[in-house]
């Protein structure tokens, strides 16, 4: 009656890449900007130093003990 078209944008469908990471924690990242999976990095224990789940590798500083 009024000549107004409604235009209707089809849902988007998130599309996640590889892990995104930063020296805390790691995610997966849509082309929108969306995050999703965020955690933080896990490790076996306090020596190693590849994250289990995105391969992020950190620095661990290991202490000599020195006896005289």
Do not use: L
Not at 5 to 30: A, F, L
Not at 46 to 57: F, L, R
């Amino acid at each position: 009656v009024c000549g107004y078209v409604r235009t209707v944008e089809p849902p988007h469908t998130h599309s996640y890449g590889d892990w995104q990471k930063d020296g805390t924690n790691h995610w997966h990242e849509c082309v929108c900007g969306e995050k999703a999976d965020s955690a933080t990095h896990s490790y076996d224990n306090d020596a190693d130093t590849t994250c289990n789940d995105c391969d992020y590798v950190r620095t661990v500083i290991t202490s000599i003990a020195v006896f005289n």
